[in-house]
């Protein structure tokens, strides 16, 4: 039995009691609204939003205005500075580096001193890679300002515009350190060019470096760090591109031209390495990045081997040292 019913066909059925029961059956192309639709729809934005933000994160366009710390005398006169800040995360490391024994072969070197203090890092700039932006992205050096980019190299420093400006304009590494009157400039560079540069270009490109920050800062003290250690598993990968053998040869040269150039060589290596010269195995998520608990080792090293008003950008005298 059966009968039209205003919404679809309604047949007549009867229950094992003869009542009757009755089925609706939407007509064709009739579509029956399904509350969790809205949840899976709801699910599915967060989704979209989520990987926008990632992706964000990841693009050269995420940029961060680094100003000074409030901590910084006269740091509304400073000028902010744009920088591409891209930073690997490091794994959060389950161990405390066991550094081995200095080497006191290493003959040019910023002495160890007793701890300058939190303040010894006001006024200071910091020019570098993508090991570089991780100092403000930990906040691990308070009273810095930073001039960085991820994958610059010796080369690219020189030639490279990477750095946005407050007005949106890129600059060279050296164009943005130009708006800014540090006391004192520490490089750290080299992660990125040890795989493809030979250690003579990379010297040279390094000297030239030295001697542009000199003529565009004379006045402000200069240190140059050496390149870090990487874990055993990174230096024996890429048929030794980034062996930890590689990388001692690299600072050996780069100690040599400061002592050339009568530039502050700081051997920051030297708090990374284990007892094998690697980087202790699970600090690191890609093998080269450090994590927080490093940039507070890193940090406490560079107090604990302060430059003198004597380590200045300007060349010194024949036989002079640090």
Known sequence: MEEESRGGMAVALYDARGKPMRLKIRREGQRQFRPQWILMGAGLVSVALALSVFWQRLT????AVLAPDAGIANAAQMPAVVVVSRPVPAAEEAVSPQPAAPDWSVR???PAAEDAGEDYFQGTLFVGDSITTGIPLYRAMSGAQTVAATGINPDTILTKPVIRDTD???RTVLEAMSA????????????NGIAWIGEDAFIERYRTLIEAI????PDAML???SIFPVTKEKSLSENGAYANEKIDA???ALMELCEEEGVAYLNVAEAFKEADGALAPGVSADGIHIGPRYYEIWARYLRTHPLSDTDS???KEQGETV
């Open 108 to 110: 040019y070197q910023v």
């Open 250 to 252: 690299y600072n050996e």
């Open 214 to 217: 000199r003529a565009q800062h």
């Open 60 to 63: 050269p366009e995420n940029l």
């Open 223 to 225: 240190g140059v760090q």
């Open 168 to 170: 949106g304009n890129l």
């Open 180 to 191: 800014l009157t540090p006391q004192k400039i520490f490089i750290q560079l080299g992660a």
């Open 313 to 315: 950008a300007k060349p």
